[in-house]
């Protein structure tokens, strides 16, 4: 079926689920993904995907999976969903297609039992095994008439079938017991306030005992605290027990959009664990807390839902080898949250134990991806024996209405032996410098796709050019907030503004919340081939991307990001200018023009003793960019030097210059445009390339290029500029290092306009 009719029925510049494209070649689908959306949009159901030929295969279930082997639920074919949509959960915005909370509410692996999946689905029959946290064991799908193809995917209907094994049970309505989301926790009538849902936990822990807490903890400098061991005997008589799973402890940590996950080694070395294992940072960060800290284990399941080791060793080196998706199907992995150290502004390490695992257990489900549960209470003996039993070699101990043990310190916790037999264990490696450098390889995906159908250059050609100037560029996109646009289907296609990063995005990427920006007049909500000359603006509250290395450059490229904007200013300090922007935009005039606007604005800056620095606008225009140091400035004294400077050169020149914004006023004058210095305002970085007709870069000149007869921004080209860098260099990186001595220009120019007066 493929991602043309999905993409057709949504709008990506005005909804929040992900855009993919097939990430597998048809006829090889033995296992895959799959997941079991809750979804109350017009009538509440529930979606079954599951994979196929890198697309998921979706069906709408009316009254949801049973478990009882008799029940024969209606399944109605809908179109297929891209990959991503594993992931995604949210509130799928008003006026949109599905507007409405959608959860997801069971996901796992897939194994397909008569063969390629693909051959499955066109006979009309999927005969399949599901490992969810939910949906365990054999389930059919199956046609009920026609072939496909004979209507619309609306009107095939097929049913969802329980197959008669150990998972069957008639008497549990699974959907009834188990309503919440495997991802958030939340269950779908939650999650449009989860705002809400996190201030009443946190007020639940202020009233058990927690304290204020400075800050978000340090896990530079707080390990993990590790269970003593004690004979059993040594178990106090209050004790609950968690069973010791083979898994890696880790100390994870969320704070806004910045989820770590750090183990502790044996030696004392602190490993970052986070890439391995993303559908873990995904459902971190899809919690109602944005502040967390939890003291827990990452354990790998096999397939009949035992944790292993030796599937976690497996895991790590498959996501080094660059496969995490084939990583998440063979060795599936959860957070099991041990202790509850952190939740909003409240510190939980006072809180006795029984409070803490509370608090756990209402913000994270008993199933999912991080997960919560009671610990177990009875008596030892029989506690020990069920550990025996199940090959686990011990339990933890520890004293109900204790506080969190002190670091490196106290037998409050203690470790008692199960008995069962002593096994090899497999070592679980994140250190190895060959895994940890394979963590961040990006694989373009459709790289002959067209982009510049004039020039035949694909979507290889971008990606290729942004690796090849990665070294050039990176510093102007370091710790600065970039706004991109992308472009799925080349320059003349449907493109849109990524404001938020998207659905199934590398743990490795960083980014943050633009909450200091604030949205100014004009400023587009998208932008489509009728009005791409739009400017972009962040808007509060959006996350945005921080391009510092190669692979997150690479991997922006393969989102099919054509332009890349930057803010004026870094992400320490978003409300602080360090450059600002005079443009020169030709709509309407000639570039000789421009060329002697810049000249005259080169004199002005010289007199003041302000730098600048040239560029082409990648389009038809300049940009001439001016350092103002290291963020000291604020954006309303940038703005106003950029506005002083503009009304001097249409002083100097009426006649080819002009600040009005209407552009029917402007006649066939150049526009100098000193708007793009603020807050919320972007401007194309430099050796960005722009998604025009000719494939042209924004790129830095001298000034005796700028100002030269001969300047043909046309020929600055993303075939052309990497062999221009490796040639002349670059003429702007000063730019990131000079610090004028802005208050002494302001001084200056305020002379120039009083003499003028």
């Known amino acids: 079926m493929g991602l043309d009719e999905y993409r057709r029925k949504r709008r990506e510049d005005a909804t929040n689920e992900p ?24 009538r509440k159901h529930y979606d079954v995907r599951v994979e196929v030929a890198g697309v998921l295969a979706s069906f709408a279930v009316p009254h949801g999976p049973s478990l009882g082997p008799l029940d024969k639920r209606l399944a109605i074919r809908t179109e297929d969903h891209p990959l991503e949509y594993i992931d995604f959960e949210g509130v799928i915005p008003d006026g949109q297609y599905g507007a409405g909370p959608m959860i997801a509410w069971d996901r796992g692996v897939v194994d397909y039992l008569e063969g390629p999946a693909e051959e499955e689905l066109a006979r009309g029959k999927l005969d399949m095994m599901l490992h969810g946290h939910k949906l365990r064991g054999r389930f059919a799908l199956v046609r009920t008439k026609g072939r496909p193809g004979e209507a619309s995917s609306k009107q095939e209907p097929w049913l969802l079938i329980k197959k008669a094994d150990a998972y069957a049970d008639a008497d549990r309505d699974v959907t009834a017991l188990e309503p919440r989301s495997v991802l958030s926790g939340m269950r779908v009538d939650e999650l449009a306030r989860r705002d809400e849902l996190a201030a009443a936990l946190e007020r639940d822990a202020r009233a058990a005992g927690a304290e204020q807490a400075a800050g978000l903890l340090d896990p530079g400098r707080s390990a993990v ?13 209050d004790a609950v027990f968690d069973p010791r799973l083979d898994g890696v402890r880790v100390l994870a940590t969320r704070d806004g959009e910045v989820v770590r996950l750090l183990a502790p080694r044996a030696d004392g070395v602190v490993d970052e664990v986070d890439a391995f294992y993303p559908e873990v940072v995904r459902a971190l960060r899809a919690t109602c807390a944005d502040r967390v800290a939890i003291d827990g284990h990452i354990v790998a399941f096999d397939r009949s839902g035992h944790p292993s080791l030796e599937l976690l060793a497996k895991r790590v080196g498959l996501v080094a080898a660059g496969e995490p998706h084939r990583a998440a199907v063979t060795c599936p992995v959860a957070l099991i949250a041990d202790d509850l150290l952190r939740l909003g502004d409240a510190d939980l390490r006072p809180v006795p134990l029984e409070a803490r695992r509370r608090i756990a257990c209402a913000l994270l489900p008993p199933k999912g991806l991080v997960r919560a549960e009671a610990p177990l209470e009875g008596p030892l003996p029989a506690i020990l024996a069920f550990c025996k039993e199940h090959g686990i070699d011990g339990v933890i101990a520890k004293p109900r209405r204790s506080p969190y043990p002190a ?19 497999a070592t679980v490696d994140h250190s190895a410098a060959h895994a940890r450098q394979a963590l961040r390889r990006v694989t373009v995906t459709n790289r002959s796709k067209l982009f510049w ?79 791409r000359r739009s400017r972009p603006a962040p808007k509060p509250g959006k996350r945005g991307f921080l391009v510092d290395d190669r692979s997150t450059l690479l991997y922006i490229a393969n989102l099919a990001c054509i332009p890349i904007h930057v803010l004026a200013c870094r992400a320490g300090s978003l409300d602080r200018a360090d450059f600002f922007t005079i443009d020169f935009d030709l709509k309407q005039s000639t570039l000789a023009h421009a060329v002697t606007l810049a000249r005259t604005l080169r004199e002005l800056l010289d007199a003041i003793g302000l730098p600048g620095f040239p560029k082409t606008s990648g389009q038809s225009g300049l940009h001439v960019l001016v350092p103002l140091g290291d963020g000291a400035h604020t954006f309303d004294t940038a703005r106003s030097l950029a506005d002083v400077l503009g009304r001097l050169l249409v002083e100097r020149h009426p006649d080819i210059a002009t600040m009005e914004r209407v552009v029917s006023k402007r006649g066939a004058r150049v526009y100098v445009d000193t708007g793009q210095t603020g807050a919320s305002r972007a401007i194309a970085a430099p050796y960005s390339v722009r998604a025009v007709a000719r494939a042209t870069v924004s790129t830095p000149l001298s000034w005796d290029e700028a100002l030269s007869g001969d300047l043909d921004p046309a020929a600055f080209d993303l075939r052309t500029v990497p062999d221009r860098i490796a040639e002349l260099g670059d003429p702007m990186r000063p730019l990131l290092t000079l610090a004028p001595d802005v208050p002494a220009a302001i001084a200056k120019l305020s002379d120039i306009v009083t003499h003028l007066r």
């Open 19 to 42: 855009f993919g494209e097939p990430t597998a070649p048809p006829g090889q689908t033995l296992s895959g993904a799959f997941v079991v959306h809750l979804h109350d949009a017009t």
């Open 225 to 237: 605290e590790l269970a003593t061991w004690t004979a059993a005997s040594g178990a106090p008589a």
């Open 407 to 425: 670091r490196r310190g106290g037998a409050a916790w203690s470790f008692v032996e199960s008995g069962a037999p002593a096994r090899p264990r």
């Open 453 to 531: 159908p004039e020039l035949g250059y694909t979507k290889g050609d971008l990606c290729d050019y942004y690796a090849s100037v990665a070294d050039t560029l990176l510093p102007y996109l370091a710790d600065r907030p970039v706004i991109l646009v992308r472009y799925p289907d080349g320059i003349d296609g449907k493109s849109f503004f990524q404001w938020n990063v998207p659905v199934g995005m590398p743990a490795w990427v960083r980014t943050l919340t633009l909450d200091e920006a604030s949205e100014e007049p004009g400023a587009p909500a998208s932008v489509s081939p009728a009005s």
